[in-house]
């Protein structure tokens, strides 16, 4: 999903609640806290020497242990608030994805896309997920698009 499609979800639904789902059935709790939004610039060189260049917007969530036994979640429109000063004194790039970094005691530290959301009258829910790693020079280094991750770059392949 794009920065200006969450943006824009975000402002068709100021009057919900905005939760987040980190795997299925599991969601950050509502002592949760927006602490950081990065704009970041990947300058990056895949196993096969091409380069690639490519911005994100990155959101992070972070539970609060002081407000534990919180019981209502962050509102829509107070997110926006946040995302809305951010973009004023730091111009979010709209056509870059957008990708929330959570962990918590029983989840490792991760960059989530979101893969979707769903709404009730209550409630805005983005759904988010761990996109796998992947070999970008499948062709260059003879790996088949259906091969399996962790073999496709072995040592000595000619690629990695």
């Not at 990065?38 to 959101?59: L, Q, Y």
């Not at 769903?118 to 992947?134: G, H, Q, Y």
Request: aromatic share 8%; glycine share 6%; proline share 5%.
């Amino acid at each position: 999903m794009t920065t200006k499609d969450f943006l824009g979800l975000l402002e068709e639904n100021t009057d919900k609640s905005l939760l987040f789902e980190y795997a299925p059935g599991q969601r950050v709790p509502p002592s949760y806290h927006i602490t950081e939004v990065k704009n970041i610039h990947v300058d990056a060189v895949d196993c096969g020497a091409r380069t690639d260049s490519w911005k994100e917007t990155v959101v992070q969530l972070w539970e609060s242990p002081k407000e534990k036994d919180k019981t209502e979640f962050m509102s829509v429109f107070k997110a926006l608030g946040i995302l809305k000063k951010v973009d004023r004194m730091k111009p979010m790039e709209r056509e870059s994805e957008i990708k929330f970094e959570y962990g918590n005691s029983v989840f490792h530290t991760a960059q989530l896309n979101v893969s979707g959301y769903e709404m009730n009258e209550k409630n805005l829910v983005v759904r988010l997920s761990v996109a796998p790693t992947d070999c970008k020079a499948k062709d260059e280094c003879g790996v088949p698009e259906t091969a399996n991750e962790v073999a496709a770059c072995t040592p000595g392949s000619g690629c990695c």
